[in-house]
């Protein structure tokens, strides 16, 4: 059975916005990766990206723009709809909901596999889907 699911990228500065993953996490846990969620029946995955954006850090973006549409590389059952929002707001006023932590990463950084926690002060893996650091990429191909 397909899957489809949202990924939504805020980014400022060169810089995307991830979270650290719940330890009790039903996918990835103590993972970095992008707020996401999965698009709920009735629902549109703008309306999805938009409520899951809300949910998890309490971010209500000025405009959010659609990335692309793609069967996931690493999961093929998943369609993956890809958001991106400018963070507008500073990283102080959002109220982390879901995860352990959060931060502004390079794409460098993220293709390191390893991102480190300022929270916890130590490095945490991020979700092993070449998914991720292409994505990223796509983004900022997409606002060059």
């Known amino acids: ?34 707020f ?12 999805c990206a938009l409520r899951e954006i809300e949910e998890e850090i309490n971010l209500k ?6 990335l692309d549409s793609r069967q996931s590389e690493d ?4 369609v993956s709809h890809a958001f991106y929002c400018a963070l507008d707001v500073p990283l102080d006023s959002l109220i982390l909901r ?3 932590d ?19 002060k130590r490095p945490f893996p991020v979700a092993p889907f070449r998914y991720i650091p292409n994505t990223v990429k796509r983004l900022f191909k997409r606002l060059e």
């Open 1 to 34: 059975m397909r899957r489809e699911v949202v990924v939504v990228l805020p980014y400022a500065g060169g810089r995307v916005l991830m979270h650290l993953r719940d330890r009790n996490a039903k996918y990835n846990p103590e993972m970095w990766g992008f």
């Open 36 to 47: 996401s969620g999965g698009v709920e029946p009735g629902e549109t995955p703008m309306e």
């Open 61 to 66: 973006p000025a405009a959010i723009h659609k």
């Open 75 to 78: 999961l093929t059952h998943v």
């Open 98 to 100: 879901e995860g352990l």
């Open 102 to 120: 959060s931060g502004l990463f390079t794409v460098e950084e993220i293709e390191s596999g390893q991102l480190y926690s300022g929270k916890f």
